[in-house]
């Protein structure tokens, strides 16, 4: 990478994306709505189950401009989520300037592990045991998806709902390859605990990015 690429990566200039796509949110609380989604390169919050492993090493994804990348997003589709990797390793002001004074509404995907940056509309804060996230975020997160790998997780994702404000949106998704086992164990907890919903990742059925 030269220097001035470096400036401009650390400005938010110009950010790694691995791909960027239009597709169907199949997640959480907006499940079913037509988004544009671009997922930046970039993390090392290390989730072994993660389905987006290629995403990691930013090193493997160009650098775009996002001042492009914003306008390629919002001709395709007001509604815009951004995920990674994890978004908010980058310094995401101008990317969501942009985005904004072309009309858009902005969702992110983030585990919370980095500090916040950018203009937000909706954040879905996925907690992770390796990297936890900047306290600061629970405050202003719309809707707190947890995943369930295993039984301990319940707990997990009570004492993350402890930490959000009472509006949040409480979500149990389970990791997709412990669905079977999963899922009736998550429909008993939700049927017990009515505060939690349950989230399927509906893309993954459907076929669709
Ligand atoms: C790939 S992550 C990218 C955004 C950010 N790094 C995060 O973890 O929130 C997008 C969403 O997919 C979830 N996810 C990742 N791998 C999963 C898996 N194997 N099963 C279920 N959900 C998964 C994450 O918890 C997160 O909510
Ligand atoms: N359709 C679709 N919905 C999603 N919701 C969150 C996703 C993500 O990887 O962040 C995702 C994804 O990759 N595809
Ligand atoms: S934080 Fe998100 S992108 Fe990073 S490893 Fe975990 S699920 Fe994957
Ligand atoms: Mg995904």
């Not at 969702?107 to 600061?136: Q, R, V």
């Not at 707190?144 to 404000?165: M, S, T």
Request: charged share 25%; hydrophobic share 35%; net charge neutral.
């Amino acid at each position: 990478m030269t220097d001035s690429e470096k400036i401009e990566l650390e400005k938010g200039i110009s950010l790694p994306v691995m791909e960027h796509f239009y597709t169907i949110q199949g997640e959480g609380a907006h499940t079913g709505k037509a988004a544009y989604f671009i997922r930046l390169g970039g993390c090392d919050v290390g989730c072994h189950w993660c389905d987006v492993k290629e995403s990691w090493d930013p090193n493997l994804h160009p650098l775009m401009k996002t001042e492009k990348i914003a306008e390629i997003a919002a001709s395709n589709c007001k509604t815009i989520v951004l995920t990674g990797g994890e978004p908010l390793m980058w310094n995401l002001d101008p990317l969501t300037k942009k985005l904004k004074d072309l009309g858009c509404t902005i969702h992110i995907e983030t585990s919370g592990a980095y500090k916040m940056s950018g203009i937000l509309d909706w954040i879905t804060l996925s907690p992770k045991k390796t990297g936890l996230p900047k306290p600061e975020i629970y405050k202003k997160a719309q809707e707190l998806k947890v995943i369930i790998f295993n039984n301990n997780d319940f707990k997990f994702a009570e004492e993350q709902a402890e930490k959000v404000e009472d509006g949040c949106k409480l979500y149990l998704q389970s990791e997709w390859s412990k669905r079977a086992e999963m899922y009736p164990k998550m429909t008993d907890f939700v049927m017990k605990n009515p505060k939690w919903q349950v989230s399927v990742q509906t893309h993954k059925y459907l076929n669709i990015p």
